[in-house]
């Protein structure tokens, strides 16, 4: 029975470790490795440095990344599936075309997958209401700097259907950079419910990296991972059945056990019942995981009903100001000290007229997390050293720069022995969503050969 191996070497970070990757990619026998590198507001932060400079906006570690494995997927037969093309996929490609010829890479065809980006489109779904607001989107006006769609895996499996060897896409829904390359291997699709959800399960447990080999998931003496220092990434190996397992190179840091699967399976989705993606509806209500040996665990029952007929729009615009301004104080009276430097700092706004739409402090060590609602019993009642923080938002960065450098004035206008102060602000990039149909969008898929 046809099986295949596939690894996750990035989750959503800017910045990831290397070696595992090389790792994975050496010892780990697999047919796939995924890079997935987009969070809700990469795209819009990675689209304002495309405004900076037309040649950047896609993945920063796409270079370093490129340059250490496409000597070594070359060798081995691997293929890339990535989302690093980020805000400007055009820009992605020709790097790694640029570092190909470089490193003497020959003999890969490379798929850019676009039509996820439509902010020259916004206009036309004005009238759309917007998710968190209900406001429809012409509310946002001229402050959209991005419009990108969750593009399902169908492209990137017409892109591995042309022969392909390495998919760069834009944004993709992170379970469907795996499930594209499934339905190219299986030719599953709506007709096969049970193995496409699978598929998505599949994605969906793989697409954090890390976080199924013990990331984000240990607590010392509660949720032991040994050696953390050098988590290994996952591999998943999957059959024609739909059945899978996931597992990690032997000797890699980290573990994958059922507790780890069943943590992951419920990140970041709402209803387990109906987790809508742009390649189905998946219920994973029915999901079953069992410890198949050390660092193996096999994963049933996943899923789907059909894929909605609308699209998910991520919607990036320049929503506010915001700054920070913190100081440390320790020894005898430490919190008193920091209380007063924080009523220092409310105060002189008070008395310069500046109006900040939104306020707080934060003793950090004391109440930073949890507010004094639950705080106030756990702290302790005189820490030994405190650092006090003030953050504040407006609509006019003047505001918040004002704060901001009141808190430098503590200096030498504040209580005794307060020190280590930063202090910063700029502007915030927040994110809506909308809903379009899907009829409106036709990705595209270009080869270039290397």
């Known amino acids: 029975m046809k099986k295949i191996r596939m690894s996750c070497a990035s989750g959503g970070c800017t910045y990831e470790r290397m070696e ?3 790792e994975v990619l050496e010892k780990g026998d697999i047919d796939y490795i995924v890079f997935e590198c987009l969070a809700e507001r990469t795209i819009a932060n990675a689209q304002m440095e495309k405004l900076k400079d037309p040649s950047k906006g896609y993945n920063p570690m796409l270079e370093e990344r490129m340059r250490a494995i496409l000597p070594l997927v070359a060798e081995k037969g691997v293929k890339i599936i990535s989302n690093m093309g980020g805000a400007n996929t055009p820009g992605a490609v020709a790097k790694i075309l640029e570092i190909a010829a470089k490193t003497g890479v020959r003999g890969l065809k490379v798929a850019m997958v676009r039509g996820d980006d439509i902010t020259a489109m916004t206009p036309r779904y004005y ?13 946002l006006g001229n402050s959209i700097v991005s419009a990108n769609i969750y593009l399902s895996g169908d492209p990137i499996k017409q892109a591995l259907d042309l022969g392909a060897d390495i998919v760069i896409t834009g944004r993709v829904a992170d379970a469907s950079l795996f499930v594209g390359p499934l339905k190219h291997e299986f030719g599953w699709d709506e007709q096969t419910p049970d193995r496409l959800g699978q598929a998505i399960l599949l994605g969906h447990l793989m697409e954090c990296a890390n976080q199924l080999t013990g990331g984000y998931y240990a607590d010392p003496g509660y949720k032991d991972v040994p050696d953390m220092h050098r988590l290994g990434f996952p591999i998943a190996e999957i059959d024609e059945s739909g059945v899978f397992s996931i597992t990690k190179v032997e000797g890699s840091g980290g573990r994958v056990c059922v507790d780890i699967c069943k943590e992951q399976l419920l990140y970041e989705i709402g ?9 189905g509806i998946a ?16 994963a049933r029952h996943g899923r789907a009903l059909p894929a909605p007929d609308t699209y998910k729009v991520n919607i990036g615009y320049k929503d506010c100001y915001t700054g920070e301004g913190s100081i440390s104080y ?8 920091a209380r007063l430097a924080a009523e220092i700092v409310e105060k002189r706004l008070g008395l310069m007229g500046v ?34 923080r003030v953050a504040g938002r407006s609509s006019t960065p003047e505001a918040v720069a004002r704060m901001t450098r009141e808190v430098d004035c503590l200096y030498i206008n504040g209580p005794a022995g307060g020190g280590g102060i930063r202090s910063e602000f700029g502007p915030v990039i ?6 379009i149909p899907r009829a409106d969008i036709t990705p595209t898929v270009e080869l270039f050969e290397i």
């Open 330 to 337: 320790g020894g005898k009276n430490a919190l008193a000290r």
């Open 127 to 139: 009238d759309v209401p917007l998710w968190d607001s209900g406001q429809p989107l012409r509310t």
């Open 20 to 22: 595992p990757a090389i």
């Open 283 to 298: 219920d994973f209500s029915q999901v079953t995981f069992e410890q198949a040996g050390e660092d193996r665990v096999v």
């Open 271 to 279: 209803d387990p019942a109906a987790y809508i993606t742009p390649d």
């Open 430 to 435: 927040s994110v809506e969503n909308i809903l």
């Open 355 to 388: 109006a900040l739409d939104e306020f707080r402090v934060d003793y950090i060590g004391c109440n930073s997390l949890y507010r004094d609602a639950i705080s106030s019993g756990i702290a302790p009642q005189a820490p030994a050293e405190v650092r006090m």
